[in-house]
C-alpha cells in the first residue's frame, strides 16, 4: 500500500474567456538522477495517448473533457510504486486565435512526485474527526439537559395540577 504525494497541479486558464483557442497537453518524467525527461502522455482533443510503456495502462486523463481549449491538465498514475519517484513535467502548448493572427503560449509546471510506505493522514482529516465527536458529545449533552428541564416542567405541572385537585377536594 502505498499515497503518491504531488507537489502541485497542473492547470492553465487562459486571461479571456472569450478568445478562442486549443492547447495540447504533454507530460514528461525524469528519474531522479537522471538529467534527460522522457515523454510518457499527451493529450491532444479528443485522444489521450500513453507515450512511454512504462505507465502503459496505468496512466488516465483527468483534465478538461468535451473541448479543444484545455484548461486542466491532470493525469492519474494507477499502481504507484516507488520506481515512479521523479520530476513529472506538464506542458500546456496554446494556440489563441486572436483577431491579428495565431498566438502560441507555452506553460510548464514541474511536480515532484514521492512517495510514502504509509499514508498520512492529512490535518484537515485529522480535526474535522476531533471535532465530529466534539459535536456529537456536547449534542449528547445538550440533549440530556433538554430531557431534564422537560421532565422538570412535566413534573411540577402535575404537581401543580394535583395541588388545585386537593384544594378543590378541601372546598367541597
Not at 82 to 89: A, S, W
Not at 133 to 152: D, P, T
Amino acid at each position: 500500500m502505498t499515497e503518491a504525494v504531488a507537489g502541485g497541479g497542473c492547470i492553465s486558464c487562459k486571461r479571456r474567456e472569450e478568445v478562442a483557442g486549443f492547447a495540447i497537453v504533454d507530460w514528461h518524467y525524469k528519474v531522479p538522477e537522471k538529467e534527460d525527461f522522457i515523454h510518457i502522455f499527451q493529450y491532444e482533443y479528443p485522444l489521450p495517448t500513453v507515450l512511454h510503456e512504462k505507465f502503459d495502462g496505468r496512466l488516465q486523463w483527468h483534465g478538461t473533457m468535451g473541448t479543444k481549449d484545455v484548461q486542466i491538465g491532470a493525469i492519474f498514475i494507477h499502481n504507484v510504486t516507488y520506481n515512479d519517484i521523479g520530476t513529472y513535467r506538464c506542458t500546456f502548448h496554446r494556440t489563441l486565435n486572436l483577431p491579428p493572427g495565431e498566438k502560441h503560449v507555452t506553460i510548464i509546471k514541474e511536480i515532484e512526485l514521492t512517495i510514502v510506505e504509509e499514508a498520512n493522514p492529512e490535518l484537515t482529516a485529522v480535526i474535522s474527526e476531533i471535532m465530529m465527536y466534539v459535536v456529537i458529545i456536547v449534542l449528547q449533552l445538550w440533549m440530556i439537559g433538554v430531557l431534564i428541564y422537560c421532565y422538570k416542567k412535566i413534573y411540577a405541572e402535575n404537581e401543580d395540577r394535583e395541588a388545585k385537585k386537593a384544594a378543590r377536594a378541601q372546598k367541597q
